[in-house]
C-alpha cells in the first residue's frame, strides 16, 4: 500500500534524522497522528521511530522543540492543529527565533475544498506565521510539494537557525503521497543533507584584528551562545591575550566559573567582577553574542573592539567596535590565534581575581542576611549551587530566579544552562527541564522557577511529566520553585526602574503550595520555610530517585538591586518607597542590609560543602 502524506513527510523527516516530535492532536491534524501510529509501527522492529510526545498546551510543545534545540543542537520539531493549537505555538517558537536555534513547526489546515470559507477552526495560518517563521513557511497545496516542502523547511531551519513552518490542509494529509516526483516540468526533485559552512574571515582582516587585540593590555571579552563549539578555543584566545571573560546570560554555559578569569554574567543580572572589568578595560572582544544592555559595555571612547559573529546583522550594533568580522566563532578564534602574541604581564588577570573574590564576598554576605517574610533567595540560590549534581541541565524562568542563578549558579565542566534568552518569557523553565530530561535521560534537569511562572503553566506541565516518568531508568528531575507570593521581578524592576510603588491588584499571587501539587502528582514535593532546613532539603531533592519540586518560601522584600546599582536606580528605588509602596518598610531594611553588605563584605561563616 503507498504512503500516504502524512507517513511520507514523517520518513521524510526520520531520514533527517528526526527522532522527537513535541505536540497535542486536534482533527485539523488527524491525518498526521494517524501517521505517526502508522510510522511507529512501521519502525517498531528496527526500535528507531519517531517518538510522540504529548505535551498540555502547544506553546509548550514549542517551548519544548526550541529546548530540545538549543539544548542538542539538533533540529527541534513540534505539532499542533489547525487554528487554536497552531496559534498556541507561537510564543514558544518566537523563543526560538530570538534565541537563533532550528525549530520546525507542523500544523494542520483546513480542508483545500473548504479554505477561504471561515471554515470551522480557519485561521490564515501563512500570514500568522509569516513573522515568526518568515524564513520559510508553506502551505502546502500538492502531495508532489511535499518532498522539497520538508527538505527545504528542515534545511532552512538548520542553515539560518530559525523557525520554520510547514501547514498541512486536512484533506491533504490522508492522500496518496508522491515520493518520487516526476521528471517534468512543474516538479522538484529535492533532496536530504546539509553541511553548515566554515565562515572564516579574510587573512588580512584577522591580521587586523590580531593586531588591535595584540595592542591591548586589558582586554575583556565577552562571549554569548554563538560561542558554543568553540569552549576551547575561546580559551586559548583568553590565555594567549591574558584576558577576562564576561558571559551573556545564554551563554553562562561556554565557560566554567572556576577558571579564576571568568567574571560570569554581565549587567544587572551580572556580577561585580564582570562589571568592573568592562569599566576598566581597554580592548573588547565579543564572540558569539547579542547581548541587548550596551549600557554594561565599556562607555564609549573607552575601549577599542572587535566583534566576531556569524551573522553580519548583529556585528556593530551594541558597541562601535573597530572591527566586525562575519565568522563561525570557532573556526574564526581557530584562525585568529596563530596571529596573536602571548602576553606575559598578568597583573590584568590578578586584578580581575580580586574583584572576583570580593564579588563573590559581597554576594555571600547577602545571602546570609536573614528574611523577614520568608527565606532569603540569595541564601537559596547559595546553597543550592553547593549541591548541584555533576552534568546536570540547568533552566531558568523570567523572574527573580533567572537574577539569582546568573550570579550564584557557577558552571562547572559538562554542566549545561539555558532559558529564554531574547524573549525572555514565563513559563519555559518547566518545559526546557522536560525537554533536557528526554533528550539526555541520565542526566538531571534542574528548573529554577517562581510560583508566577508555576502558576502560569509549569503546574500543568508537570502532566506531562507523569505521563512519561516510567519509562526514565533514572528518573532525577527537580523543579525549584521560589514561592514569594508575588511576581517579585517585575515588582522590582517597577520600583528600581521606574519608581512606582508595589502593586498589590497586579503582583500579588495567591499562596498555592506546589510541594503539595507534586504530591497530588505523585511526585516528591519538599516544602521548605525555614533556611536552616535548606541543605537537608536540597540533598535530599537531589538523592531522590524520580521527579522532586522543591518550594522554597522565599522573602519578596530581598531587593534585586545589583553589587553595583547605579545612582538612578537607587533614586528611582527610594522614590518608590517614598511613595507609600504597602512592602516599603521590611523592602528597606532589606535592602539597606543589602547596601551595607556591599560596603563591608565579610567572610562568610557557611562552610563550603562540595
Ligand atoms: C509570558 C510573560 N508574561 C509576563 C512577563 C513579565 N514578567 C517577567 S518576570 C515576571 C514575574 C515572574 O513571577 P514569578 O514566576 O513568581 O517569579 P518571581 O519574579 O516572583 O521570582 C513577569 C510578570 C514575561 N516575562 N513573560
Ligand atoms: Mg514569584
Request: aromatic share 6%; charged share 20%.
Amino acid at each position: 500500500m503507498p504512503q500516504n502524506v502524512s507517513e511520507f513527510m514523517l520518513e521524510r523527516l526520520h531520514t533527517w534524522g528526526v527522532r522527537r516530535i513535541f505536540g497535542f492532536p486536534g482533527d485539523g491534524i488527524n491525518g498526521i497522528i494517524a501517521g505517526l501510529d502508522a510510522h511507529q509501527k512501521q519502525h517498531a522492529e528496527a526500535g528507531d521511530a519517531i517518538d510522540f510526545i504529548q505535551v498540555r498546551h502547544e506553546e509548550q510543545a514549542a517551548f519544548m522543540a526550541c529546548a530540545h534545540a538549543k539544548f542538542t543542537g539538533e533540529l527541534g520539531v513540534c505539532l499542533a492543529t489547525s487554528g487554536p493549537g497552531a496559534i498556541h505555538l507561537l510564543n514558544g517558537l518566537y523563543d526560538a527565533k530570538n534565541d537563533h536555534v532550528p525549530v520546525l513547526a507542523l500544523t494542520g489546515q483546513a480542508a483545500t475544498t473548504a479554505m477561504g470559507s471561515e471554515y470551522q477552526q480557519e485561521v490564515d495560518l501563512h500570514t500568522l506565521f509569516k513573522d515568526v517563521a518568515g524564513e520559510y513557511v508553506v502551505t502546502l497545496m500538492s502531495p508532489a510539494a511535499v518532498r522539497h516542502a520538508v527538505d527545504r523547511a528542515v534545511r532552512s531551519a538548520l542553515g539560518a537557525r530559525t523557525v520554520t513552518a510547514l501547514i498541512f490542509p486536512k484533506d491533504l494529509q490522508e492522500e496518496d503521497a508522491v515520493e518520487e516526483p516526476p521528471h517534468l516540468m512543474n516538479f522538484n526533485a529535492s533532496s536530504v543533507g546539509f553541511a553548515a559552512a566554515r565562515i572564516v574571515p579574510r587573512d588580512a582582516d584577522l591580521q587586523r584584528a590580531a593586531d588591535l587585540l595584540n595592542a591591548g593590555r586589558r582586554v575583556a571579552i565577552l562571549a554569548g551562545a554563538g560561542a558554543f563549539g568553540a569552549e576551547d578555543l575561546l580559551e586559548a584566545v583568553a590565555d594567549r591575550l591574558q584576558a577576562g571573560c564576561a558571559k551573556a546570560l545564554l551563554g553562562k554555559a561556554v565557560l566554567p566559573d572556576d577558571l579564576p578569569w571568568v567574571t560570569g554574567t554581565l549587567g544587572l543580572l551580572g556580577t561585580l567582577a564582570s562589571s568592573e572589568m568592562m569599566t576598566a578595560c581597554d580592548t573588547l572582544l565579543m564572540v558569539g553574542t547579542n547581548y541587548p544592555y550596551a549600557q554594561f559595555l565599556p562607555g564609549n571612547g573607552k575601549a577599542r573592539g572587535v566583534q566576531i559573529d556569524v551573522n553580519p546583522a548583529r556585528l556593530g550594533m551594541r558597541f562601535p567596535t573597530e572591527l566586525n568580522l562575519q565568522g563561525s566563532a570557532a573556526d574564526t578564534l581557530e584562525a585568529l590565534l596563530p596571529m596573536l602574541q602571548q602576553k606575559t604581564d598578568t597583573s590584568w588577570r590578578d586584578s580581575i581575581s580580586q574583584t572576583r573574590a570580593k564579588g563573590d564576598r559581597i554576594d555571600a554576605t547577602r545571602a546570609e542576611i536573614g528574611g523577614i517574610d520568608g527565606i532569603n533567595p540569595e541564601d537559596l540560590f547559595v546553597e543550592l549551587n553547593r549541591r548541584l549534581p555533576s552534568r546536570c541541565i540547568i533552566t531558568a524562568d523570567a523572574g527573580t530566579s533567572t537574577n539569582w542563578a546568573a550570579r550564584h549558579i557557577a558552571m562547572r565542566r559538562g554542566m549545561k544552562f539555558s532559558l529564554s534568552g531574547g524573549l525572555a518569557t514565563m513559563g519555559s523553565a518547566v518545559p526546557y527541564a522536560i525537554a533536557a530530561k528526554f533528550a539526555f535521560p541520565d542526566r538531571t534537569p534542574v528548573a529554577l522557577t517562581g510560583d508566577g511562572a508555576m502558576q502560569m503553566n509549569g503546574m500543568n506541565e508537570l502532566i506531562t511529566l507523569k505521563r512519561y516518568v516510567e519509562r526514565f531508568a533514572d528518573p532525577s528531575i527537580v523543579f525549584v520553585v521560589a514561592n514569594n507570593r508575588d511576581l517579585n521581578q517585575v515588582t522590582w524592576e517597577m520600583r528600581i526602574e521606574t519608581g512606582a510603588p508595589d502593586y498589590p491588584a497586579s503582583q500579588h499571587l495567591p499562596d498555592v503550595s506546589m510541594a503539595a501539587y507534586a504530591k497530588l502528582l505523585g511526585f516528591e514535593g519538599i516544602h521548605v520555610t525555614r533556611e536552616q532546613d535548606l541543605p537537608t532539603a536540597i540533598d535530599a531533592a537531589f538523592a531522590a530517585r524520580g521527579p522532586v519540586v522543591l518550594e522554597v518560601r522565599t522573602d519578596p522584600t530581598i531587593s534585586m538591586l545589583p553589587p553595583h546599582v547605579t545612582r538612578r536606580q537607587a533614586k528611582s528605588f527610594a522614590s518608590a518607597m517614598l511613595k507609600h509602596d504597602p512592602e516599603a518598610a521590611p523592602a528597606i531594611v532589606q535592602s539597606v542590609k543589602g547596601v551595607i553588605a556591599g560596603m563591608f563584605p565579610q567572610k562568610s561563616t557557611r562552610t563550603e560543602q562540595h
